[in-house]
């Protein structure tokens, strides 16, 4: 994504739909499969063991130069991109309005080529028995290795950072381990959220001060990831298939952090200085009390979902600057910040979405016994769904506060002492035609659907019906 192209949506802006493009993409990369029999295997694997189509792990297409190409690019909506460096002899094309691979239109190919992307190199080449250079520092924004067949061009790329497609010679590897460990074991516990949070937006300013706005952003999803996954026992079992072929999670969509409306434009903050820029805005207050701020990161080539209780009134300002008053009766982000603390401090992540084959997935999962809930986006070219929530222990001083300020009934309080609330979710994901949004309106139910009180009141029916 070029970060020129990232500005603020109008309130009302909907992601286009690029079936044509799309097309293309498949094409071309079933032509390449065709003919590539260790990234053919690759794939059949993926899908089997992963639940995971190969087209969601493709960083970029590698196409030879031929007479009118750029021009047919142009014309299923690809841009040009000038500012990423690339090798000589080469131009690199990216969609700027769907959620496609680049394409890398080199002279020196005579065959199509492709590149996936892994979380960690290393990783892959001991999941399969590889002992190939690594070309690039390690660390470093951009690396990768190369498994040649015939004429045909496979690479298996790492990204830190960056949308480059030479690698760098030299790293700052060592700063980068540093600022990651500084940000992964960093405090989540404060006496109170407004140190948590200041000291947080501090660290995160020390951080790209010293590695760069790229990396830093890179760096935090990774260890927030870590975090959230430390407390999800679908993502556990997941992260585990992904890694037995040394994938990591770079099938990430997008990661949702949840904040209470006090300390939300600190939360963008934190995320401006990492680099995020804003994308579009969800103002879903009167349908359904909550608002959303979509945040992405051009150079690391990440989204967040940032999600906060709205009231009606508050879709005339820009919530994700103004400090909002608490509501006398929170709803579903808010209760969960009040039950769990804030996303960015010890709660961690609400949840990671992840693109997969959908139905696959959700059978796989249901064979290890993850239940996944009914799908809140069920198009065919958007289907999404969460895991089954995992339930968290709520502290008694919270729930005790809760009750005694008459934002929990009595029923739901009771419940939570015993049962716990609805802590996070993995969510399942699989996009068609490009599409790269979201489904407002089959978010407004699922976040009303997984509203903690809600949760817990439903809990006693079943208990009571049982």
Known sequence: MNSDFLQPAPPDY???????????????????????AFARRLADRMKIETSTLFSVWVDHLILPTRKGQAEELKQLGFWED???????GTLIFYHPFADLPKILVSSRSKEVGCAIMVEDLWRFQMAHRLSQEIEGA??????????????????????????????????NGEEYLQCFEKWAARPRYFD???????????????IVSTVGTGPAATLFLEGERIYWQSRNHAAQIQKARQDELGLGWANHDHHTFRSSRAHFPTLINILLTLGFKKRERYYAGKEAGWGAQIMEQPDAGVIIFADVD??????????????????????????????????????GMHHLEAKFDFDLLK?????????????????PFLRQAFTKAEMWTVPAARLDALRSAGRLSEDAYQQIKVNGAVGSHMENLQRHEGFKGFNQRGVSEIIAAVNPEKQALSHKSDAGAA
């Open 14 to 36: 909907k992601w286009p739909r690029c079936p044509e493009a799309d097309r293309f993409i498949e094409e071309t990369l079933q032509g390449f499969l065709g003919q590539h």
């Open 82 to 88: 000038k500012k990423s460096k690339r090798p000589a």
């Open 138 to 171: 390690p660390y470093s924004s951009y690396r990768f290795i190369r498994l040649p067949e015939g004429k045909m061009d496979f690479f298996v790329v790492e990204r830190r950072g960056g949308q480059n497609f030479v690698p760098d010679k030299r790293s």
């Open 192 to 206: 109170n959220d407004v140190q948590g949070m200041k000291e947080t937006l501090l660290l995160a300013r020390r």
């Open 310 to 347: 709205l009231a009606p009134d508050d879709v005339t300002v820009d919530f994700s600057k103004v400090a909002l008053p608490d509501l006398n009766r929170p709803g579903t982000v808010g209760l969960w910040c009040a039950l769990h603390g804030e996303s960015i401090l010890q709660a």
């Open 363 to 379: 059978k796989d999962l249901q064979e290890k016994q993850i239940d996944t809930m009914k799908p809140f986006s069920d198009f």
